[in-house]
T-cell receptor, first 115, second 114 residues
C-alpha cells in the first residue's frame, strides 16, 4: 500500500500480560523502524530491519521486547510481561532507501495502555 | 552522536503572520535533517528534508527551512500561518549515509490565534 498501516489502533493490557503490535510497511520499502513515544514528546528508537534482517537493535530492551519482519507477513513488535512503564504510543516507519532517499514514513501508531 | 535541540517548547502566532520554529543540531558527520508535524492523536507527517543538496529546502503546505552549517541550525519558517498549522512540530536528525535511526528534538507546540 501507499501508507504504513499499524494494528491495532489501541491496545489495553494488564501488567504482566503479553502485547503484540503489527506493522505493514509501504510496498517496496526495504527498511522498517519501530519507535516508542512516551510522555507525548519523547521519541525513543527501538529497532530497525532491512527486509527481514535486523539492521539496528541498539534501542531494544531485549529482556522483554522482541520484533520480527518475515517475508509476506506484517512486521511485529512483541512485549512479554508488560510493565506500567511500557504504556506509550508505538510508531512504525518505513523507508525506501533509493536514489539517496532516506526519509521515513510513519504509520498512525498503536497506543498501548498497561493497567 | 547526533542530537537536536528545539529552542522553543511553545510558539504562539496570529493567523496570517509569519512562523519561525527554531532548531539546532549536533552531528559528528554530515547529517540528514527533517521536520515532521504531528496533529493531535495522529501520526507523524514529513514536512521537508535536507540531505546535502540545496541549503534552502521547500516542503509541503508552504513551509521551508534553511540549513546553516556555520550556525548548526535548521529553522522552520512559513510566511503566513493558517489555523490548520496548529500542531506539534519535531526537528529530527539522522546520519546521511544509509537508513539510520532518527533522533528527535523535544518538539515545539505551535498555536495559531484567530
Amino acid at each position: 500500500g501507499e501508507e504504513v498501516a499499524q494494528t491495532p489502533k489501541h491496545l489495553v493490557r494488564g501488567e504482566g500480560q503479553k502485547a503484540k503490535l503489527y506493522c505493514a510497511p509501504i510496498k517496496g520499502h526495504s527498511y522498517v523502524f519501530w519507535y516508542q513515544q512516551v510522555l507525548k514528546n519523547e521519541f525513543k528508537f527501538l529497532i530497525s530491519f532491512q527486509n527481514e534482517n535486523v539492521f539496528d537493535e541498539t534501542g531494544m530492551p531485549k529482556e522483554r521486547f522482541s520484533a520480527k519482519c518475515l517475508p509476506n507477513s506484517p512486521c511485529s513488535l512483541e512485549i512479554q510481561a508488560t510493565k506500567l512503564e511500557d504504556s506509550a504510543v508505538y510508531f512504525c516507519a518505513s523507508s525506501p532507501r533509493d536514489r539517496g532517499s532516506y526519509e521515513q514514513y510513519f504509520g498512525p501508531g498503536t497506543r498501548l495502555t498497561v493497567t | 552522536a547526533q542530537s537536536v535541540t528545539q529552542l522553543d517548547s511553545h510558539v504562539s502566532v496570529s493567523e496570517g503572520t509569519p512562523v519561525l520554529l527554531r532548531c539546532n543540531y549536533s552531528s559528528s558527520y554530515s547529517p540528514s535533517l527533517f521536520w515532521y508535524v504531528q496533529h493531535p492523536n495522529k501520526g507523524l507527517q514529513l514536512l521537508l528534508k535536507y540531505t546535502s543538496a540545496a541549503t534552502l529546502v521547500k516542503g509541503i503546505n508552504g513551509f521551508e527551512a534553511e540549513f546553516k552549517k556555520s550556525e548548526t541550525s535548521f529553522h522552520l519558517t512559513k510566511p503566513s500561518a493558517h489555523m490548520s498549522d496548529a500542531a506539534e512540530y519535531f526537528c529530527v536528525v539522522s546520519l546521511i549515509q544509509g537508513a539510520q535511526k532518527l533522533v528527535f528534538g523535544q518538539g515545539t507546540r505551535l498555536t495559531i490565534n484567530p
